[in-house]
């Protein structure tokens, strides 16, 4: 927008004003975070745990309240006889969930697959 100002001498000005739009800017890596807050992420914690879940709250030692989520474990087994690696996973759903950031290894948005 271009306003056109003349003063008493008859002299003018003109002013661009811009548009004062909220930019979600990435100044740091807790940024990213800030901006899944009431978003669904993925959490890869350690021993072989994830999360998935809606985030709530967190700060800057990365604890986290999340919503609706779902904790799978995953874990390997040797089967004796034939000596091949088991893979059983474990689900289970918590209405609301805090995590301890010191075991946290990623957080990004949920993995989307078939999309």
């Known amino acids: ?4 100002f003349i ?8 002013t661009l004003i811009a548009f004062q739009v909220p930019v979600m800017t990435v100044k740091e890596p807790l940024d990213l975070i800030r901006l899944s ?18 985030l709530h709250a967190y700060d800057q030692h990365l604890n ?6 779902e904790e799978t474990i995953t874990t390997v087994e040797i089967d ?8 059983r996973t474990n689900k289970r759903n ?7 950031g010191d075991g946290v290894i990623l957080v990004s948005p ?3 697959v078939g999309v």
Do not use: C, Q
């Open 1 to 4: 927008m271009l306003l056109v």
């Open 37 to 54: 807050l009431d978003e669904r992420i993925y959490v890869k914690m350690r021993n072989e745990r994830e999360l998935r879940g809606k």
């Open 64 to 69: 986290m309240v999340l919503g609706d989520a």
């Open 80 to 87: 004796e006889e034939t000596y091949e690696e088991v893979y």
């Open 7 to 14: 003063n008493k001498k008859r002299y003018i000005y003109r």
């Open 110 to 112: 949920p993995v989307r």
């Open 94 to 100: 918590i209405p609301m969930l805090f995590v301890r």
